[in-house]
């Protein structure tokens, strides 16, 4: 599974902005979507999580109230909002795919970096003050 992220740039606090990741997979509505995200303070940072049917999201702590995840199965893709960013948001942000059918038919979203499978290969979002 290869996913491809993209959407990110330099952007001043309290901006937004949306990243996107795409895939070619056509079995994409079967997987639970994450995003995650590097910093010098953490290799991976739980963001957001949406399972596939997309009725169920979980987020971390730092980003609740000002992230959105969302997912459009005809596009093959998962997009993450922000909202009202800070410069502490400045990150790698990843994107990854949980392909185990027990995520389908538990409808779950993780925060799990270990119960993703495959990993995009991240854009970059960097936040001035």
């Known amino acids: 599974v290869q996913l491809q992220a993209s959407g990110g740039g330099l952007v001043q606090a309290g901006a937004s902005l949306t990243l996107s990741c795409t895939t070619s997979?056509?079995?994409?509505?079967?997987?639970?979507m994450g995003w995650f995200r590097r910093t010098s303070r953490s290799e991976r940072e739980f963001v957001a999580a949406?399972?596939?049917?997309?009725?169920?999201?979980e987020y971390g702590d730092s980003v609740k109230g000002r992230f959105t995840i969302s997912r459009d199965d005809g596009m093959k893709s998962v997009y993450l909002r922000l909202d009202n960013v800070k410069p502490e948001d400045t990150a790698v942000y990843l994107c990854?795919?949980?392909?185990?059918?027990?995520?389908?038919?538990?409808?779950?979203?993780?925060?799990?970096?270990?119960?993703?499978?495959?990993w995009g290969q991240g854009t970059l979002v960097t936040v001035s003050s």
């Open positions: 997979e056509r079995t994409f509505s079967l997987y639970a």
């Open positions: 949406i399972s596939p049917s997309g009725k169920n999201t």
């Open positions: 990854a795919a949980e392909t185990n059918l027990d995520a389908y038919y538990r409808d779950s979203a993780t925060h799990q970096p270990s119960d993703y499978d495959f």
